[in-house]
């Protein structure tokens, strides 16, 4: 996104609820141009009040709000809101008014005709794909909620603001239903170009939508930073926790094998015979056992086609002896890298044993198991640049190849 | 038989009784009505603005409410308004004011705080918030506080010929003092007929006036 300089500007807001500790503290931050800003943190923390300060519907208790260049009190309050847009998690449709009146419900204000209103609810309709003679004259109770949320969100675009308020416009959707609206939403703003100002507190949301994602926490900024650098340079504990499980997900090769790696393989003992094992593996629906010793040391690794073979040819010999020994394997400790590397190397094998330094087995790791890691690297990629930018430390050619 | 016949014959004979007690009490109705209406209404609207005008503006009307409306009567005479119209205009008006504050204060506090939220966020003023939201949302509320309000005061109008005001009332009065029952109910009938009519014009109208898009 562009650098543009700062539309939007907080100078240490501060808003105090009566007697009780502030609700935001502090609050000092600069929103270029044509960013998407998401303010994330638990319930309380003051991201929706922050939000609602830009466009006065609460008024701070000490700092300023400036919009262009111009302090947000010297606006008049409602004109000011005339100049944003706003969308709610509770949509807040007007339930009496048809789909074209509540798209160009600021026109309406801004007097401009009922034509011209007509025809931009038209326009937008279009832009989301929404037929728009099959919309603009039924009301908001024949719509699902997720076409509601569409139209409450084109109703903020009505009046083409430079800036859009958002409190978890997506929140009160079912998942799939949110899913598909941030994708919709995504693309639309790739048509629009708007400073977006978003409240959530789904880290998912946030990672997928923002530009830079503010962290907030009883009421003062714990971090400020694009997702990626969140995600690798988390600025406290706080904010490693609020991130959860997504900081496993930062990079391969930050992430040991002992975290991804499967705790519990299907294992035979070397003095089994070759049918249980074969059963053994149908049972767990694999077609590879490791074999282990007596000790739980590693024997080598045994194959159906190979057992299967044997037990047509009636060897009675048990399955110690068909393992195949010359298997690499990995350490618990090792990077998701260097195990993405062996098993590249390893054409071979399509998984690889987990041995501790008394070569006992501790786990596996399957391509499938590295896919998954790299999917979603190449996941929290997408949430900062558009799409197939992967992490330059992975190794190159690596899609291609790990297909299973 | 014989009663519902007497009935038709003091119908017949004295059309011009019937009808001048029957206007009366339209008047009895009419005049409070319109009054409450104009003065609860807009009160009510100014108190979901002005919250600590809610308190007072609903105690008095429930208090009105609350007593017995033969007594509200005698309180008028007690007061020093007499006998006449005039305190039984009163004493109506006084009674009619509770289901009108109730529903007009339900109504518009019932609107959906979304709705409302996402209407101030996009700029509308206090004024147009009432008027282009609050308002048509929250009217088949309010005519519906208004029906059954109408409903109480056309019973409450007859009970009105005890202080001297007239009505449809005074025409009971004067068949139970006869001992007539077919004069009883030259008076009885008429008032049913009104109460019924006004119902059923109220609840057409609140169906009229409930917004489409409440409907689907």
């Not at chain 1, 399509?350 to 499938?368: A, F, K, Q």
């Not at chain 2, 005061?153 to 005001?165: E, K, N, P, R, W």
Request: aromatic share 4%; charged share 20%.
């Amino acid at each position: 996104m562009t650098n543009g300089e700062a539309i939007l500007e907080f100078r240490g807001v501060t808003k105090s609820f009566g007697g009780r500790a502030p609700a935001v503290r502090g609050f000092t931050l600069s929103v270029p141009r044509g960013q998407l800003v998401v303010l994330i943190g638990p319930s309380g923390c003051g991201k929706t009040t922050t939000l609602r300060m830009v466009n006065r519907l609460i008024e701070p208790t000490a700092g300023a709000i400036w919009i262009e260049g111009r302090d947000c009190k010297t606006y008049n309050p409602v004109e000011l809101r005339r100049r944003l847009g706003y969308v709610i998690q509770r949509i807040g449709l007007m339930p009496h008014l048809t789909i074209a009146d509540n798209i160009s419900f600021v026109l309406r204000f801004m007097g401009q005709p009922p034509a011209a209103r007509r025809a931009r609810a038209a326009e937008l309709l279009e832009m989301v794909g929404l037929a728009p003679e099959e919309y603009l004259d039924r009301f908001p109770a024949e719509l699902s909620g997720g076409q509601q949320q569409r139209i409450g969100v084109l109703r903020a675009l009505a009046h083409d603001p430079d800036i859009i308020l958002m409190d978890e416009p997506f929140g009160a959707l079912d998942p799939l239903m949110r899913e598909q609206l941030q994708e919709e939403f995504k693309r639309l703003l790739r048509t629009v170009s708007k400073t977006i100002v978003f409240v959530t507190h789904d880290m998912d949301e946030a990672l997928l939508m923002a530009d830079v994602i503010v962290l907030m926490k009883d009421g003062q900024i714990v971090q400020v930073a694009p997702p990626e650098d969140m995600l690798r340079n988390p600025a406290d504990e706080f904010v490693a926790s609020f991130i959860g499980r997504h900081r496993v997900l930062r990079q391969a090769s930050e992430v040991s094998v002992a975290d991804v790696m499967i705790a519990s393989p299907a294992m035979t003992g070397a003095a089994n015979g070759l049918a249980r094992s074969l059963e053994l593996m149908r049972r767990r629906r694999v077609n590879s056992l490791l074999v282990h010793d007596q000790e739980g040391r590693f024997e080598g690794v045994v194959r159906q086609a190979d057992l299967q073979q044997h037990i047509e040819d009636g060897d009675q010999s048990p399955v110690g002896s068909l393992a195949d020994r010359a298997v690499e394997a990995l350490s618990p400790s090792d990077s998701g890298l260097t195990a993405m590397h062996r098993l590249l190397e390893h054409q071979r094998a399509d998984s690889l044993p987990v041995l501790d330094e008394n070569h006992r087995i501790v786990g596996l790791v399957t391509r499938g198991t590295l896919v998954g890691l790299l999917g979603d690297a190449l996941r929290v990629a997408s949430g900062v640049q558009d799409l197939n930018v992967a992490d330059p430390t992975l190794p190159a050619p690596a899609s291609g190849e790990m297909a299973p | 038989m014989t009663l519902l016949l007497h009935t038709w014959q003091f119908f017949t004979q004295h059309p011009g009784t019937i009808w001048r007690h029957t206007l009366q009490q339209l008047y009895l109705v009419a005049i409070p009505m319109s009054a409450a209406i104009v003065v609860a209404v807009p009160l009510t609207m100014l108190a979901t603005r002005v919250r600590w005008l809610y308190g007072p503006v609903m105690g008095f009307a429930n208090a009105m409410q609350t007593i017995p409306s033969l007594a509200l009567l005698a309180i008028m005479i007690a007061i020093g308004l007499g006998i006449g119209v005039l305190p039984a205009v009163l004493a109506l008006f006084l009674y009619a004011l509770m289901p009108i504050v109730r529903n007009t204060y339900v109504g518009i506090m019932g609107v959906d705080p979304g709705v409302k939220d996402a209407a101030r966020g996009m700029g509308v003023t206090s004024w147009q918030l009432l008027w282009m939201v609050e308002m048509p949302l929250a009217l088949h509320v309010i005519i519906a506080g208004i029906r059954s309000s109408l409903v109480a005061t056309i019973g409450f109008a007859t009970l009105a010929s005890l202080i001297g005001a007239g009505g449809l009332g005074s025409l009971i009065m004067e068949g139970m003092g006869m001992a007539s029952n077919s004069i009883v109910l030259a008076g009885t009938i008429p008032a049913i007929v009104l109460a019924f009519l006004a119902e059923g014009l109220m609840g057409g109208l609140e169906r009229a006036l409930t917004p489409r898009g409440l409907r689907v």
